[in-house]
Each structure stands twice: as structure tokens, then as C-alpha cells.
């Protein structure tokens, strides 16, 4: 039998101070992001006001899954991601939208009132835009676009149960309360408007079906810094967990901080691509630790040791020196 959910209320300001502990800056995005979510909350109890989805606008790594994944711890609800691209229109050979209700209920332990008020964050929308396909049916753009609507809106979705004979869709699952975040960088969007969309290649249809639009800036040199120094989730945090459990403490200077997001900004790879530049920064230091005879007492991380790629390890002995 499965578990039953027991939901958080928070109020808007709760959720976004909650949020601003893991996500450094993007105000606008985390305010559009709780106000949406508080209402969803509103919503599966039992208010009746309109429906929250929110399409979410940005750069390829810029915290956009990071930022709705957290949203689903801050309210303890269920949450499903899925890929845009990986569905084609109903008939057509590819995932059909449909399966979307099949994974959430699986993750929800087949349980249609968690499912029913649960967060389905579907990725890579802007993949899905409208093609001049020349006459052909566009079963991976405007067709899925078109496959959507109903499930993000609000309708009794058809979907295989386990105790299904045959494969038949024997069960409706009723998405009315459920809320849809969807996203996408949207590449050359001139203006995040119902107009620039449509340009774009989003059918208004599909836009209707959102009662906002959030955008999500590109990471400059000051977000980066305080993504390694602020966030909850810094990956700093893994690598001094990692010195401790070797009994080494690591000590990081600021301007190896700078250095570290200046770097992140020439390869331009958004937050994520901190851990390949920390992993590259620490790699022979992590390499040549756990088999060292004398072991140091600390690591030191300043702009020298990144740029002559050398580890800097302090020993006992040379602080009694110094001392």
C-alpha cells in the first residue's frame, strides 16, 4: 500500500526564503515560482481558483530542474521530470505523452490522490516548436505541442494499470489539480511574450495553458562566487566532506574563488559546469592523498595552486615552525 503525502503549507515568502538557500539569485523566477506553487497548494485543498502552470524561460544551465527539484522538497510533493523530446504525437512511432501519466503513477506507488497533486516538470519544451515540415505531419513539434493540452490543463488521462490485461489503458487519472512546469533556453527568442512565443513556434494553445512566464538569466561572475560560497548545495560542500574524511581540512582562499568563477564564465556551462571545473581543480590532490605516508593536516586552495595545477598540503610541523 502506498504512503500517503502529508503537504506542506508555506506561504509564498516562506517558500521562496527556503528556495533562496539552494538557488543564488534569479528573484523574479523564485517569486513567479511560489506564488504558482502556493496555489497549487491552494488548489489540492480544496480552493477553487485557477490553475497554476508556469513555463520557465533560460539559458542551458542556469538552474532551471534545480530550481523546481527543490521546490518539490520545500512542499513535499510528488515530482516527475520528463523530457520533451523524447515524445512524438499520439499514432505516431515514439513516446506517446500518455506515458507521462504511467511513470508518475509509478512513482506515486500507484497512487492516484498522490499523483493527482503532484509537480510534473516537463524539460526542453522549446525542442517541441512548431516546424515548416513542408507538408508533413510535425509529429515532433506542433503534434506533441497539440498532445499536451489536454494533460496540462486538466482532463482524465487514460493510463495502463499494473493489473492491466493486455496492455489496455483499463484506468483515468485526473490531472485537473496537478501542476505543470514546463521549460526550455528558447534560443534566439527575441521577447519572452505570447507574441515572440508564437513566433518562436509555440502554438497559443499550448501557451494559454500557462498562467505565467518566468525567466531564468544567464549566471555572471558575482553568482558564481556565491553559488560556491552561499548555496546550501555548493559542491564545495562534497570536496570539504571529502578532505574531513581523510582527516584533512581544506582551506579556500578568495582569490581561488575568483579564479574559479571567472572560469565559469569563459566556458559558459552555467552551474553545473562548476563540478567539472572543481573536479579538474582537485583531481591530483584527490588522487594523491589516501596513499600519502605523511599525511598533511591541510590543503590550501588559492589562485597559485589552480594555475600551476600543484597541490599546496601544510603540515604539523611546519606550523610548529612558524609558531
Not at 542551458?60 to 504525437?89: E, M, P, R, W
Not at 569563459?266 to 600519502?292: H, W, Y
Not at 605523511?294 to 594555475?307: H, M, Q, R, S
Request: with cysteine; proline share 2%.
Amino acid at each position: 500500500m502506498s504512503k500517503e503525502k502529508k503537504y506542506i503549507i508555506k506561504t509564498p515568502e516562506q517558500i521562496k526564503n527556503e528556495l533562496d538557500e539552494y538557488v543564488i539569485g534569479q528573484e523574479s523566477a523564485k517569486k513567479n515560482l511560489a506564488v504558482a506553487a502556493y496555489n497549487h497548494l491552494k488548489r489540492i485543498n480544496g480552493c477553487d481558483i485557477r490553475k497554476n502552470n508556469l513555463l520557465i524561460i533560460g539559458p542551458t544551465g542556469c538552474g532551471k530542474t534545480y530550481l523546481v527539484s527543490n521546490l518539490s522538497k520545500i512542499l513535499n510533493v510528488d515530482f516527475l521530470t520528463v523530457d520533451a523530446t523524447q515524445f512524438t504525437a499520439s499514432g505516431y512511432e515514439g513516446r506517446d505523452v500518455q506515458e507521462i501519466v504511467i511513470e508518475l503513477m509509478s512513482i506515486c506507488e500507484d497512487s492516484e490522490k498522490r499523483a493527482s497533486k503532484s509537480i510534473v516538470y516537463i524539460d526542453e519544451v522549446d525542442k517541441i516548436k512548431k516546424k515548416q515540415s513542408g507538408g508533413n505531419a510535425d509529429v515532433n513539434g506542433e503534434g506533441v505541442q497539440q498532445s499536451l493540452l489536454k494533460l496540462i490543463e486538466g482532463s482524465e488521462i487514460p493510463y495502463t494499470s499494473p493489473n492491466s490485461r493486455n496492455g489496455m489503458r483499463d484506468k483515468k487519472l485526473d490531472t485537473k489539480n496537478i501542476m505543470f512546469i514546463c521549460s526550455g533556453a528558447f534560443v534566439d527568442l527575441k521577447e519572452a511574450t505570447t507574441e515572440g512565443l508564437v513566433k518562436f513556434g509555440m502554438i497559443p494553445e499550448f501557451l494559454g495553458r500557462f498562467s505565467s512566464v518566468a525567466e531564468i538569466h544567464q549566471l555572471e561572475f558575482d553568482d558564481y562566487k556565491k553559488i560556491l560560497t552561499d548555496s546550501k548545495d555548493s559542491v564545495l560542500n562534497s570536496f570539504k566532506e571529502w578532505f574531513k574524511s581523510e582527516n584533512v581540512s581544506l582551506v579556500i582562499k578568495e582569490n581561488a574563488l575568483d579564479l574559479i568563477a571567472k572560469r565559469a564564465v569563459d566556458r559558459g556551462l552555467g552551474a553545473r559546469g562548476l563540478q567539472n571545473i572543481l573536479d579538474e581543480i582537485f583531481l591530483d590532490a584527490q588522487f594523491q592523498l589516501p596513499s600519502m605516508k605523511i599525511k598533511p593536516i591541510c590543503f590550501v586552495l588559492d589562485a597559485e595552486v589552480i594555475e600551476k595545477n600543484k597541490p599546496k598540503w601544510v603540515y604539523k610541523n611546519v606550523l610548529n615552525k612558524k609558531q
